[in-house]
């Protein structure tokens, strides 16, 4: 217990006097509101009503998401057709064709006046280790430089009549390899084979499908 030495009535202390307890204390107003032993209140008003519990509501488990069925993988797509490749195969040395050239001549003649027409784009590739293509001129070895000027032409029917030409393009380059474009306009249809002929430099058979698919002519030495 707390003890204490109270003073006389006019404040003075005497000597000697036994300590005594402390008065019991009375709430303020600012103690009503808390609960004092035994869950009393200290100003004996009544316990405020208690708020009104809500009881908890469990909310309803959504739905799983329908999952769509697996589609079955789609069968692999056959590669559509591409240009045919015809080689022409030169000599090491001396630069000589190992096909023989033809040359052909524009024979005149109305057996493809009626005959409708289609146009045919390929491709020549020279490829060599001493080939130097740039960005818009290609450098030949010997025996291939005069490839540059040559002219591509397309003969068919019977007897064989030259039925188109056209020079090639340079399109690009590498360290032993240059690329070169033509396009081969009013080609006749409907003919069993066409002969495509680099000038100087040999020929290749194509079909008529093969003619509209594209033209790769490879030239490698």
């Not at 209140?41 to 009544?46: A, N």
């Amino acid at each position: 217990m707390a003890m204490h030495y109270p003073p006389l009535a006019n404040g003075a202390y005497r000597v000697g006097d036994p300590p005594q307890p402390f008065p019991p204390s009375r709430p303020g107003p600012e103690q009503s509101a808390r609960l004092a032993p035994g869950g009393l209140y200290w100003d004996g008003m009544p316990r405020p009503a208690q708020p009104p519990q809500f009881a908890f509501q469990q909310q309803p488990a959504q739905a799983p998401m329908p999952v769509a069925p697996q589609q079955p993988p789609a069968p692999p797509q056959e590669p559509g057709p591409g240009p045919k490749r015809g080689l022409i195969a030169v000599g090491a040395t001396a630069g000589v064709v190992a096909v023989s050239a033809l040359v052909f001549a524009i024979v005149p003649g109305d057996q493809f006046s009626s005959v409708e027409t289609f146009e045919s784009r390929g491709t020549l590739t020279i490829s060599a280790p001493v080939i130097l293509g740039g960005t818009s001129d290609c450098i030949l070895p010997p025996g291939l430089e005069d490839v540059t000027n040559s002219r591509v032409s397309v003969q068919t029917g019977d007897p064989l009549s030259q039925v188109a030409e056209a020079p090639i393009q340079y399109q690009d380059g590498t360290l032993g390899e240059c690329t070169f474009t033509f396009s081969l306009d009013y080609v006749p249809a409907g003919q069993p084979t066409y002969l495509v002929s680099l000038q100087g430099h040999g020929q290749l058979d194509y079909t008529e499908q093969e003619m509209r698919d594209g033209v790769d002519i490879i030239i490698e030495r």
